[in-house]
C-alpha cells in the first residue's frame, strides 16, 4: 500500500482501489480553496489512472467524514477568494461525477454542508451508524448549490430536500438511509471493510460498461450545469454581506445568529 501526502489530503492505492482521505481531523475535516484543490488533483490522477477501478472518499479521524467549508475564511471574505473557493468546490463535484470510475462515499462520522454534498455528488455512499447527516446554509449564511438545492431532490424528493435545506437540521445515518440518501449503514467499527467488499464487487464488473452505465446516470447533473452557474454567481455577490458575516461570525463565536434583525 503506497500513500501519497498532499498538505491537505492522503492518498493511498490499495490494489486496485484508490483512497482518498481529506486530513484535516483538527478542523472537522472542513474545505477551504487548498482542500478542494488537493481533492481535485487527487481526483484527476486516478481517474487518469486504468489500474484504479473504484475510488473512496473519507474522512480522517474518529468524528468528521467533512463538516461544511472553512467558515473561518468567511468572516473576513475576500470577493477574490471566494471566486476561487467556489469554483473549485464546483469543480471537484464535478470531478466526481465524470470520474469513469465508481466513486464511494466512506461516511465515517459528520457529513454537513459541503461534506454533505460530497456524499450527495458521489456514485454510492455506505455510512458508519455514527455518522450525521446535513446541510447548514441557512444557519451560517450561505447556500448548498453544487448538489443539495438541485441533485438532492432527484434522491430523496423534493419536500424532503427543501426540508433539509432550508432547516438546517442533523440526521442519523438511519433516516438517511430511510430516505434513500446513502446505500448501507454498517457498525462504525467494520466500515471499511465494508467499503472494501463493495469495491470487490465492482472490480468484477465490466470497467467499459460501469463507465457508460455512470455516465449515462448523469443526466440530471449535466442538465443542472447552467443552473449551477448562475447560482454560482449569485452566491458571490452576497457572499461578505451582512447576512454571511452574522453567520459565520455566530458560527465561530459559538453563538446563535441573529436572523431576524434582517427582517424588519
Known amino acids: 500500500m503506497n500513500a501519497t501526502s498532499f498538505r491537505n489530503v492522503i492518498v493511498e492505492k490499495r490494489g486496485m482501489v484508490g483512497w482518498i482521505t481529506i486530513n484535516r481531523p483538527d478542523r472537522y475535516n472542513t474545505c477551504d480553496h487548498a482542500m478542494y484543490s488537493d481533492i481535485f488533483d487527487a481526483l484527476r490522477a486516478m481517474s487518469g489512472d486504468r489500474g484504479v477501478g473504484v475510488i473512496v472518499i473519507t474522512g480522517a479521524g474518529e468524528k468528521s467524514f467533512c463538516a461544511d467549508g472553512f467558515l473561518g475564511d468567511l468572516t473576513n471574505f475576500s470577493r477574490h477568494e471566494g471566486r476561487l473557493h467556489f469554483s473549485m468546490a464546483q469543480e471537484v463535484m464535478n470531478a466526481i461525477r465524470r470520474a469513469p470510475q465508481p466513486v464511494i462515499a466512506a461516511v465515517n462520522g459528520v457529513a454537513v454542508g459541503g461534506g454533505n454534498e460530497f456524499v450527495i455528488c458521489c456514485d454510492l455512499a455506505i455510512a458508519s451508524d455514527r455518522a450525521r447527516f446535513g446541510q447548514a446554509g441557512t444557519r451560517v449564511g450561505s447556500s448548498p448549490i453544487f448538489g443539495a438545492n438541485n441533485l438532492f431532490s432527484a434522491q430523496v424528493g423534493e419536500k424532503k430536500a427543501k426540508e433539509v435545506t432550508f432547516l438546517s437540521r442533523l440526521y442519523s445515518a438511519e433516516e438517511a438511509l430511510k430516505h434513500g440518501w446513502i446505500n448501507k449503514v454498517v457498525p462504525h467499527d467494520t466500515l471499511y471493510e465494508e467499503v472494501q467488499a ?5 472490480l468484477d464488473k465490466s470497467p ?57
Open 208 to 264: 467499459a460498461y460501469l463507465e457508460l452505465t455512470k455516465v449515462t446516470s448523469n443526466v440530471w447533473w449535466e442538465t443542472l450545469q447552467p443552473t449551477m452557474e448562475h447560482a454560482k454567481q449569485t452566491l458571490l455577490a452576497l457572499a461578505g454581506g451582512a447576512e454571511m458575516t452574522e453567520g459565520a461570525g455566530a458560527f465561530m463565536g459559538k453563538r446563535k445568529a441573529n436572523w431576524r434583525q434582517f427582517r424588519k
Open 198 to 202: 463493495w469495491c470487490e464487487e465492482l
